[in-house]
């Protein structure tokens, strides 16, 4: 019966460590050059060598002459010691980033009375990056369903969405309220007071095109025994300027959408006449758990969050 002798050499248990000294000593050819290439010390590479040298059964360095020469088959390892540690080397940077090289496309949900001002900071942030590219939709109706599928890389809003799989980040600032009419309003001319401003017509916002359910406004007058008469609901921010301008009602917004609304318009806003009962808008960032560690994501985050800052903070 023949005997079958395998060539091959088992390498259980190697630490890759151990395989970039390889390669530093096949490359250099001296365990001192090694060493000082690797920031070690020689003994250091001394005892990997010896590791090396029983795992492989092999010499694999030898002295010649001064110095110290190759084995014929240390010399044979120079290609697949490159394609093994290039290719562990290729997977540390699976999964990372470069914002200004790689391709990404974000889907944002943001609400108009934010993303009216935040969107365009966000555009100029974004700059920097290039092959990146971002859709934003303003309804918040779906948006829990939205994130949980997947649909949704990152909300901005009010909504505090209570689910396992989403994480939440609460933004140190709020927004405040602000009330906004045009020439027509008796207010233009005397200034809005609290009875002024219950006894108006109103002009309500409805984002994502119907009230499901009393606002905050509208659940703090319940509280206190006050009502207003809501003359016109529109889902669309653009339309509350021009209405306002052609007619007496008065309209409730956050204050940033206030003055953006404004800046296209003859209108003017003022502080909220129930600004102190109403306090501040609390404003929060949800994603789904799976991307908290993606390195798209937390750049991503990041530059949201940065701009949003300064958005509230301006």
């Known amino acids: 019966m023949n005997e079958t002798v395998s060539t091959s050499r088992p390498l259980d248990g190697i630490d890759l460590n151990l395989l970039v000294t390889l390669r530093a000593l096949v490359e250099a050819s001296s365990v001192t050059v090694a060493a000082n290439e690797l920031g070690t010390t020689q003994p250091t590479v001394s005892r990997a060598l010896g590791t090396l040298r029983h795992v492989f059964g092999d010499p694999l360095l030898v002295r010649s002459g001064r110095g110290m020469a190759l084995t014929p088959f240390a010399k044979a390892l120079r290609e697949p010691l490159e394609r093994t540690l290039g290719a562990v080397d290729r997977l540390r940077t699976v999964g990372a980033f470069d914002p200004q090289r790689d391709e990404r496309h974000f889907r944002l949900l943001i609400p108009d009375v934010i993303g009216s001002s935040l969107v365009p900071t966000l555009l100029t942030a974004l ?57 027509r309003h008796p207010a233009w001319r005397d200034g809005l007071t609290r009875q002024s401003w219950l006894s108006s017509a109103h002009l309500q916002l ?31 921010l653009a339309a509350v300027g021009p209405m306002l301008e052609r007619s007496r009602l008065v309209t409730s917004l956050p204050t940033p959408a206030c003055h953006w609304i404004a800046r296209g318009h003859r209108l003017r806003v003022v502080p909220h006449p129930l600004v102190d009962e109403l306090g501040e808008l609390d404003l929060r960032s949800t994603w789904h758990t799976a991307h908290q560690a993606d390195a798209g994501h937390r750049w991503l985050r990041a530059t949201v969050h940065r701009c949003m800052e300064a958005f509230l903070e301006g």
Do not use: K, N, Q
């Open 127 to 183: 700059e920097g990056a290039p092959a990146v590219t971002f859709e934003v939709h303003g309804s918040e109706r779906e948006a829990l369903d939205g994130l949980l599928r997947g649909e949704v890389d990152l909300m901005v809003g009010v909504p505090a969405l209570d689910h396992p799989e989403l994480m939440v980040r609460r933004f140190a600032h709020g927004m405040s309220w602000s009330a906004m009419f045009g020439r």
């Open 206 to 236: 409805i984002p994502g095109g119907r009230a499901e359910a009393p606002g905050h406004l509208d659940t703090l007058l319940t509280e206190r025994g006050d009502s207003r008469r809501v003359v016109a609901r529109v889902a669309y």
